[in-house]
């Protein structure tokens, strides 16, 4: 199994450094540790990083020991910034298709009734999955 380093971060975030095979043909993963690393830096092998789900909140992610979670609270957090900016994008959308006088899209009441869902979605989630299951908004 691959190893990789992780450690938690200026940010509060989990840090993962690969070496590179080329580097690895020479030397050992404990001297990337030892040389490139900050002191508090571990080895875990690489299936120890979340998987899944929990793979699209990297920013989410702490080390816990040498256990890396992911923090819902985070992961919420990372969600509703990505569906904001699909809303901001749909919404521009849905202008251009006003002004252009295509009438195809969902009226403001129902498209605000499932932007106002999805973000209660987002809030009440208690899993990445349930994260992962509210699609970004659409009705351009």
């Given at each position: 199994m691959s190893q990789?380093?992780?450690h938690t971060n200026e940010n509060g975030g989990v840090s993962v450094t690969y070496p590179t095979p080329e580097f690895l043909e020479k030397n050992t993963?404990?001297?990337?540790l030892a040389k490139?690393?900050?002191n508090h830096a571990i080895i875990i092998d690489e299936s120890a990083l979340p998987?899944?789900?929990?793979?699209?909140?990297?920013?989410?992610?702490?080390l816990n020991g040498t256990t890396i979670t992911v923090n819902i609270t985070k992961a919420k957090a990372v969600k509703l910034s990505q569906?904001?900016?699909?809303?901001?994008?749909?919404a521009q959308k849905r202008?251009?298709?006003t002004l252009s006088g295509i009438e195809n899209t969902p009226d403001d009441a129902t498209w605000q009734a499932k932007l106002t869902a999805d973000r209660a979605a987002i809030a009440a989630a208690t899993t990445t999955a349930q994260l992962?299951?509210?699609?970004?908004?659409?009705?351009?």
């Open positions: 990789v380093i992780v993963i404990e001297d990337v490139d690393c900050p998987q899944g789900d929990d793979d699209q909140f990297f920013d989410a992610w702490e569906y904001n900016a699909a809303v901001i994008f749909v202008q251009l298709n992962v299951a509210v699609a970004n908004p659409t009705g351009a």
